[in-house]
C-alpha cells in the first residue's frame, strides 16, 4: 500500500489533487561550480546558489521514511531514508544538494544532505536524499 501524508501522494500513485498544499517547508539548493583543472580532473568542490532558481527558497516537503534493521557480527543498523517532495519544473539534478530545510518561520529542520535520486511524479518531483558525506 502506497504511503500518504494529507492529500499527498508519497510514493507515486498518480493521483488528482495537487501535492502543493503539503509544501509548507523551505528547501535551499546548491549546485557545484567547480568544473575541472588544467589537466582534466576533478577541482574541489565550490558549492553556490542555483544561479536559474527563481526563488532562494523552494517550497517542500521534507520526512523520514524508516526501513528495516539490518544485522551484522558487529553492529546493527537502523536504514532510514530521507524524502523531498518539490514543484514540478523545479531546476535540481542528481549532481547538486540540499543545503538546508527550513519551515515557515525559519528554524532549520533538516542540514545538508546530497540528492541521491529526481523522480518524476504527476505533479511534483521526489528527491531521494542521503546525509552529508
Excluded at 546530497?114 to 504527476?122: H, K, T
Aim: net charge negative; aromatic share 6%.
Amino acid at each position: 500500500m502506497a504511503e500518504r501524508y494529507g492529500d499527498c501522494d508519497l510514493e507515486g500513485v498518480e493521483e488528482v489533487v495537487s501535492c502543493r498544499t503539503r509544501m509548507t517547508m523551505r528547501a535551499f539548493f546548491q549546485r557545484n561550480s567547480a568544473g575541472a583543472d588544467d589537466y582534466g580532473q576533478p577541482a574541489p568542490q565550490v558549492w553556490g546558489a542555483i544561479p536559474s532558481a527563481a526563488a532562494p527558497k523552494t517550497p517542500c516537503w521534507t520526512w523520514v521514511k524508516t526501513g528495516d534493521t539490518r544485522h551484522r557480527p558487529e553492529v546493527s543498523q537502523d536504514s532510514t531514508e530521507h524524502r523531498m517532495i518539490i514543484p514540478l519544473g523545479t531546476d535540481v539534478t542528481s549532481d547538486d544538494r540540499v543545503e538546508k530545510v527550513q519551515d515557515r518561520s525559519g528554524t532549520e529542520l533538516f542540514p545538508t544532505m546530497y540528492i541521491d535520486a529526481v523522480l518524476r511524479r504527476r505533479d511534483h518531483l521526489e528527491l531521494r536524499l542521503r546525509d552529508h558525506e
